[in-house]
């Protein structure tokens, strides 16, 4: 299922194959929250850009438009017609993000419907069974997603808690993926390095769910408010106490440079609404550093964002251009700039494996670091 090709240091290069599809590692997952990405992006354009994996979000769709109605569809695969491998967020970081909507019980976590306020109970069992009605590739177990700056009384108690929702969840997804009605009966679950800053509990933690066997392992509560010195150094402490032989996904992150950071301490799934949401703004990726195309002087500038991007975006239409189409609120320029943002980091993780497998990991991480760094603008 999970193969290390090669090493380079600490950076793994791999490959998982899925019920749904091989995808080669490190990988960075293109965030399709409700199954589409935002900024009139189609899973056309995401396979016409080189996406290997989507990520949907179990509490969105739960909400809207209900779980039972992608079942009923033909699970999520179907419904956004994409046959690659899909992962599935549990809905644990919305226990964080939607603080002032829930209440946190043991047996699970109670919302209200930041849509129409209308009360929603998701547990261990639930969530699985949402996920299992969409059908996903990966599943997420459910978590807690504790604030990163958390009190270290509160963090211990709130990882004891994951740690037991953690065999709830395994026991319910080997409960679904065995019935008849199941539409993907070799759904995977992923379980969840939780801790803070908290060295120690993150790696007794890492430790215990080390020992549930589960298909993959991902870092989560990080980026969620501490500083990147704190999330390098709880990578750094954490990825050893996993399993080498399972995929380690770290939750929510980030930036290139991050990215570039955590593949050099042994992380290979990645995740981040960075590249669409800030695409959607008109601030763009280059290997020069970041743009922002409201700037005057790309008024007249018709060149494209990048020089050499095979993006669709920079293979027809100049700054220029679509500095007008975002300036007019049209569309158009939007979705442009998603797709350029998405195919930079797609291109870059294409990039790092070849780097990996040539052995050159730390020189690339340097040279893309310092063109990164330029801070364009």
């Known amino acids: 299922m999970y193969k290390i090709l090669k090493k380079d240091g600490r950076a793994k290069r791999a490959e998982f194959t899925t019920v749904h599809g091989t995808v080669q590692t490190p990988v960075f997952m293109n965030v399709g929250t409700v199954a ?22 179990t509490y969105h769709l739960h909400v809207r438009p209900g779980d039972e109605v992608v079942k009923k569809l033909g699970g999520l695969h179907k ?47 639930e969530s699985m069974q949402i996920q299992s009605n969409l059908a996903s590739t990966i599943a997420m177990a459910f978590d807690e997603c504790a604030p990163a700056l958390a009190e270290r009384d509160y963090v211990e108690k709130s990882v004891a808690r994951t740690t037991r929702w953690l065999a709830r969840c395994k026991a319910e997804m080997q409960r679904l993926n065995s019935l008849p009605d199941t539409i993907n009966q070799n759904q995977l679950l992923f379980g969840i390095n939780q801790g803070a800053i ?117 293979r027809r239409y100049s700054r220029a251009y679509i500095r007008h189409l975002l300036k ?5 320029g939007m979705r442009l700039c998603v797709l350029h943002n998405l195919y930079f ?20 991480k340097k040279r893309k670091l310092d063109g990164l760094m330029n801070g364009q603008s």
């Open 36 to 57: 589409a990405i935002k900024g009139a992006v189609a899973t056309s354009d995401l396979e016409q850009i080189g996406t290997q994996i989507e990520l949907s979000n």
């Open 79 to 125: 419904f956004m017609s994409w046959d690659k491998p899909i992962l599935t967020d549990s809905g644990g970081f919305q226990v964080f993000s939607l603080s002032s909507l829930r209440k946190i019980k043991e047996e699970g976590v109670y919302f209200n419907s930041h849509i129409d306020g209308r009360k929603i109970f998701m547990g261990p069992e």
């Open 198 to 314: 908290y060295e120690d509990i993150r790696i007794e933690h890492a430790k215990e769910i080390s020992q549930m066997d589960l298909d993959g392992y991902a870092i989560g509560g990080l980026a969620v408010g501490e500083s990147h010195e704190d999330m390098y150094r709880i990578i750094e402490a954490v990825t050893p106490y996993l399993p080498e032989d399972k995929p380690t996904y770290l939750m929510g992150v980030g930036t290139p440079a991050n990215i570039l950071e955590a593949v050099d301490r042994g992380v290979d799934f990645f995740d981040c609404v960075y590249p669409s949401r800030n695409g959607r703004h008109g601030h763009l990726y280059t290997n020069l550093g970041k743009i922002n195309l409201f700037n005057a002087k790309y008024e007249l500038d018709d060149r494209p964002i990048e020089e050499g991007c095979q993006c669709p975006a920079c």
């Open 328 to 332: 007019a609120k049209e569309m158009l």
């Open 345 to 364: 980091y797609n291109t870059m993780m294409t990039e790092i494996r070849d780097a990996i497998d040539r052995g050159e990991y730390q020189a690339y």
